[in-house]
């Protein structure tokens, strides 16, 4: 399984950038698709995901409003909308997949960095 993030950069404060992460190899069935992002010196933490059949979506707060997270199915691939920026969403975002019958996510993409400056 391979996940392929791009689309990072260096923005400015209120900008907006979109995310995405296209997964190859995948021979199981997807429970969910998510975003994640480790800033320096923190620890990762979760974004949001989207359910991959049902659509559904759930966000960290801190984000809530701001970022949109939609799919492709046929090309497997996820999208983060990051709108309205701040400096505090400088990070490393990684996406990753839930199999289906597993209990969290466990394939990861290499990583692409989003810096906002102020």
């Known amino acids: 399984v391979q996940l392929q993030a791009s689309g990072g950069g260096l923005v400015q404060t209120g900008d907006s950038l979109r995310l995405s992460c296209a997964a190859s190899g995948v021979t199981f069935n997807l429970n969910y698709m998510g975003w994640f992002r480790q800033a320096p010196g923190k620890e990762r933490e979760f974004v949001g995901g989207?359910?991959?059949?049902?659509?559904?979506?759930v966000y960290a707060d801190s984000v809530k409003g701001r970022f949109t997270i939609s799919r492709d199915l046929a090309k497997k691939t996820i999208f983060l909308q990051m709108n309205t920026v701040k400096p505090e969403d400088t990070a490393v975002y990684y996406c990753?997949?839930?199999?289906?019958?597993?209990?969290?996510?466990?394939?990861w993409g290499q990583g692409t960095l989003v810096t906002v400056s102020s």
């Open positions: 989207l359910g991959w059949l049902s659509g559904r979506t």
């Open positions: 990753a997949i839930h199999p289906a019958g597993r209990d969290g996510y466990e394939f």
